[in-house]
């Protein structure tokens, strides 16, 4: 069965052609000797928009209180930067390849990467200054995803806030700077196109003051880049904006016009009503990251209402302690129906079809991400990217799903080992649940994981 036009349909069969784009989808039987995949079901590769690939080697180790008052979203960071400090240009490559060989298992095709760590750990530049942007790229590739290296601007602490000597390997403070390395990043990924391909990202407002932030999103427009940010996350970061500007972090995008239809707000969750039609009147985008915000205690992205306006949602699994899309897709939904004691919260107020709340989950984790992310894919039709991925029909978490329920079984109960066969631009990277180089990239990891942690 493949999952196209909002549906799943039986005996298609899909044709890709030379340069990795499907061609035509047509009955099965008019085809001689078509692949065939028995069982399966065919959906398009998932797009992961929000990820912090280093933060893999953290997993485990923050689940635990090292604050006698309250553990929280700051004192996790600490954690995260000391180990971010820790790490050679190897290792990173090392832990990137994990966490793309983990997405890749699960179904994901492309990956947003939001990349802050540029310089070595004592703060100064690389000979190359894209060197840790490459490594993560190499890494993207190795695997076999798609990649959009969203490469971070950050120029502070924060708003009156002393320098932490721990984001030393951040910073640059000049953005002169910062849109040279970015343009120089851009010319070198130039004969990669569709595979690797840059977007500019303004860490959030807390570490871009005003005047940077403007030349880096300006560039973006101009350039037609994808812009990513950080946006409303913790309510420490939208009083200090408030304190600095007298606007809330929104407000103050709005205001100096620098929303757009290229600008994803990543996580969006301390807005009030005004700022979300803010965003949506500039046909912003926000991508949510449940599974992550759940760890660090961020709170609920008020989903029902972005979508309310109008305003797409995309996915990311951002700090990478579960790498699971789908799972971000259901939890986007159960989230709300914890704190409004309600269901099917999401589910478009005049659509009663079976899987049509399901079909809205599944547009976050595919076509709107694709859109934030400026990436080819997202849907199973022709002149679309050839990515995608299959589920075992047989499966214990969907045995048993017919043509009408199958797709809520799958967003809502799907167990990511189900996941046989993954392609990207018609090339299988997964097959039959293996990855050709997982026992080399798996290895790797463990030996980078002994030496930090040990
Ligand atoms: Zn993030």
């Known amino acids: 069965m493949v999952y196209t036009g909002g549906r799943f349909q039986s005996e298609l069969a899909v044709f890709c052609d030379d340069a990795g784009r499907i061609q035509r989808l047509i009955p099965a039987r008019e085809v001689q000797e078509p692949a065939r995949l028995k069982d399966r079901a065919l959906l398009p590769g998932l797009i992961n928009t929000h990820s912090h690939a280093f933060q893999r080697v953290i997993r485990g180790h923050t ?29 990173i490559y090392d832990v990137s390849r994990m966490v793309f ?40 590739r190795e695997v076999g995803l798609r990649i959009t290296l969203l490469r971070v601007a950050y120029a502070r602490s924060g708003y009156q806030v002393q320098a932490n000597p721990l984001q ?8 002169d700077l910062y849109l040279k ?20 990202a303004p860490h959030s407002v807390r570490a871009v003051p005003l005047k940077y ?24 970061e939208v009083s200090a904006c408030i304190e600095e500007y007298g606007r809330s972090p929104v407000s103050l995008l709005a205001t100096e016009g620098l929303l757009s239809d290229r600008f994803t707000g990543v996580h969006v969750i301390h807005v009030t009503p005004k700022a979300v039609r803010l965003l949506a009147n500039s046909r912003s985008m926000v991508c949510a990251c449940p599974t992550t915000e759940r760890n660090l205690g961020d709170g ?21 302690v579960q790498i699971d899309l789908l799972e971000d897709a259901r939890e986007l939904e159960y989230h709300l129906r914890l704190q409004k004691m309600g269901r099917a919260v999401l589910a478009p107020p005049t659509d009663s079809e079976y899987s049509a709340l399901a079909a809205r989950l599944f547009e976050c984790a595919t076509v709107n991400g694709a859109r934030s ?13 050839a990515d995608f991925f299959t589920v075992d029909l047989n499966d214990s978490s969907v045995v048993g ?34 990855h050709a180089l997982e026992k080399e990239i798996v290895e790797k990891f463990k030996q980078l994981q002994k030496r930090l942690w040990q």
């Open 63 to 91: 689940e635990r209180r090292t604050s006698a008052v309250k553990d929280s979203f700051w004192t996790w960071r600490e954690m995260m930067y000391s180990a971010a400090t820790r790490l050679t240009p190897e290792d």
């Open 101 to 140: 060989l983990e997405m890749a298992l699960t179904g994901i095709t492309t990956v947003g990467e939001f990349h802050y760590i540029h310089h070595t750990p004592e703060g100064f530049a690389y000979e190359d200054p894209n060197l840790l942007s490459k490594q993560v790229i190499r890494a993207a």
């Open 168 to 175: 030393t390997r951040f910073l640059e403070t000049d953005p």
């Open 181 to 200: 390395h970015l343009t120089q990043l851009e010319s070198d990924l130039r004969g990669m196109k569709g595979e690797a391909w840059v977007g500019v």
């Open 213 to 236: 932030l403007r030349e880096v999103i300006d560039l973006g427009k101009e350039r037609n880049l994808p812009v990513h940010m950080h946006l409303a996350e913790q309510p420490a």
């Open 300 to 320: 609920v992205v008020p989903a029902e209402s972005f979508m309310a306006e109008g305003l797409q949602v995309s996915l990311g699994s951002d700090s990478n």
């Open 373 to 385: 992310l400026c990436a080819p894919g997202g849907v199973i039709e022709p002149g679309s990217a």
């Open 401 to 434: 799903s017919g043509e009408n329920d199958l797709l809520s079984s799958i967003v809502f109960s799907l167990s990511k080992t189900a996941v046989r066969d993954v392609f990207v631009a018609g090339k299988q990277i997964v097959a039959d649940g293996k």
